[in-house]
């Protein structure tokens, strides 16, 4: 036993090796990339489809038309989409995507899986528009291109007989440092709140999507909310600092890392941001440490794997040229992060290679919903029947509990969270989408939680801007939620009839002709 353990790979004091961390790191991936093309599945059509709300037609012709050509466009903006953009073109890739995310996630993957992945995904962020627009979209397409690296060209088994290149692993930590730096840095350069330590007094109530247990971190004690954010300054200002430190300091700076990517996970919805941070983090990790936490099988797996391991000068000589890839690109990236004007979540190449990142810079004090609502009456006044349109996770009815939906991605209702900051003018689309409500768009309508208007479309929809706040808990009316309608509407009532509709969807090319919800 003695010497078993002296030759296990696992415990190997001088030399770490990282064949568990490729195992967890790929496994991670495999699940991001199938809830990020599911979420394209159910959603993509909808939102950037022939009869979507910002339909990629529009969007790639603009573009054509601004830049001067096709190729012009293609490789500014590259995408599979400029050469084929039909509704069906959008699933296919969706699904295919969805299909290998799969493969990957059951322990297949090899350089060619992983770059095919790569090319769909950067497709459907490129012509997402503002649908697509989030850090998280940019960081998944970097991960994804670093992740090509990790594997053989053919070998796609969980344990290929080619070990892990260690600069991949190495530029796996710097993506992770960058996104927890650029992270901190935005928040103490951004808010006030954020430096006195009363963000949290705030975030967990006006955050985008709240989940099931957001409202017991909002009413935490605030001596606990402001240890909060210290553990947060701890996680991205401290912790990035120790990620390339010998084994122990390495290990607990990830351990910080993820541990606070688990609580914002708990705390509520941001997508599948939160697990995809956390997989960099796992290149903290080596398989000294994996081995207490995986099933003997697995490990014994790597340690065969190990022990039969074949240099692969090809693997060695792109593992290099991707780290001087890297390299170069980040030069824009930290000389952001060091600006005093640091802006966040910005590619700076086409292929969105080397990012830069941030999050909540600011922190909103209060909470701002706009609800659409339509009414049959023939008089659009307040005295009217107007029933809301339920979104599937933006709070709207007051005795409903906020939902847990991330890793999931609800794009209108995170637009929606931004568009109620702001003006609909600063929203076009939203005009697109009451004209579909008009007609019951089945696609628009299946958007939200529920049709308010099953047998047939409202005669008018408006939109309604409120101020919502959490209601103490154990409240006598069992309520989640209280709220407040602000003065002025933040869009009027209008009709299939309104001129000034009719004419602005015509200018933005979105008069089209629209199914009827039988």
């Known amino acids: 036993m003695e010497n078993e353990s002296q030759t296990d790979i696992t415990v190997e004091a001088t030399q770490p090796t990282y064949w568990l961390t490729r195992f967890m790191m790929l496994r991670l991936l495999g699940a991001i990339y199938s809830v990020a093309f599911l979420v394209a599945i159910n959603q993509i059509v909808p939102l950037i489809g022939s009869d979507g709300l910002l339909p990629v037609s529009n969007y790639l012709g603009q573009v054509r038309e601004s830049l001067g050509s096709t190729s012009a466009g293609f490789f500014n903006i590259p995408s599979l989409f400029w050469f084929f953009h039909s509704d069906t073109a959008l699933l296919t890739v969706s699904w295919i995507g969805f299909i290998l995310a799969l493969v990957v996630l059951a322990g297949y993957a090899n350089a060619p899986i992983l770059t095919v992945l790569w090319l769909l995904y950067m497709s459907i962020v490129h012509a997402g528009q503002e649908w697509y627009g989030y850090g998280?979209?940019?960081?998944?397409?970097?991960t994804g291109f670093l992740a090509i690296f990790l594997c053989p060209l053919i070998d796609m088994r969980p344990f290929p007989k080619r070990e892990t290149p260690f600069q991949v692993i190495v530029l796996f930590r710097w993506l992770v440092f960058r996104i927890m730096l650029g992270a901190g840095l935005i928040k103490i350069r951004g808010d006030e709140i954020w430096r006195n330590g009363t963000a949290l007094y705030y975030h967990f109530e006006t955050q985008p999507l709240p989940g099931p247990l957001s409202r017991w971190f909002h009413f935490l004690p605030r001596f606990v909310l402001k240890m909060g954010v210290w553990f947060n300054f701890l996680a991205e200002l401290v912790a990035p600092w120790f990620l390339f430190w010998p084994r122990v300091a390495r290990h607990i700076a990830g351990s910080v890392i993820i541990l606070f990517q688990l609580t914002l996970i708990l705390s509520g919805n941001l997508s599948f941001f939160n697990w995809l941070t956390i997989l960099p983090a796992i290149a903290c990790f080596d398989d000294s440490f994996w081995s207490k936490l995986l099933p003997r099988s697995i490990v014994d797996k790597a340690k065969a794997a190990a022990s039969e391991a074949i240099p692969s000068k090809p693997m060695m000589i792109s593992a290099w040229t991707v780290t001087v890839i890297v390299g170069l690109l980040s030069i824009q990236p930290v000389y952001n992060m060091l600006s005093?004007?640091?802006?966040?979540?910005?590619?700076?190449?086409?292929?969105?290679?080397?990012?830069?990142?941030?999050?909540?810079?600011?922190?909103?004090?209060?909470?701002?919903?706009?609800?659409?609502?339509?009414?049959?009456?023939?008089?659009?006044?307040?005295?009217?029947?107007?029933?809301?349109?339920?979104?599937?996770?933006?709070?709207?009815?007051?005795?409903?509990?906020?939902?847990?939906?991330?890793?999931?991605?609800?794009?209108?209702?995170?637009?929606?969270?931004?568009?109620?900051?702001?003006?609909?003018?600063?929203?076009?689309?939203?005009?697109?989408?009451?004209?579909?409500?008009?007609?019951?768009?089945?696609?628009?309508?299946?958007?939200?939680?529920?049709?308010?208007?099953?047998?047939?479309?409202?005669?008018?929809?408006?939109?309604v801007l409120y101020k919502y706040s959490f209601t103490e808990p154990g409240n006598s009316g069992g309520l989640w939620w209280k709220r407040e309608r602000v003065a002025d509407l933040w869009l009027p009532p209008m009709s299939i009839n309104d001129p000034g509709l009719i004419e602005f969807l015509k200018g933005n090319g979105w008069m089209i002709p629209l199914t009827l919800k039988k």
């Open 136 to 142: 998280w979209e940019i960081q998944i397409l970097e």
């Open 340 to 463: 005093p004007r640091q802006i966040m979540n910005t590619s700076f190449d086409p292929l969105d290679l080397v990012n830069t990142y941030g999050a909540f810079g600011t922190v909103g004090e209060d909470r701002w919903n706009v609800v659409f609502e339509g009414t049959m009456d023939q008089n659009p006044g307040d005295s009217a029947s107007w029933k809301p349109y339920v979104y599937k996770a933006l709070p709207v009815r007051l005795d409903t509990r906020p939902p847990q939906i991330a890793p999931y991605q609800l794009h209108l209702d995170w637009q929606m969270w931004f568009a109620s900051m702001s003006t609909a003018e600063q929203y076009p689309w939203t005009l697109n989408l009451v004209w579909k409500l008009l007609h019951n768009n089945p696609n628009a309508v299946g958007l939200f939680a529920g049709n308010p208007f099953p047998a047939r479309p409202p005669r008018y929809i408006r939109a």
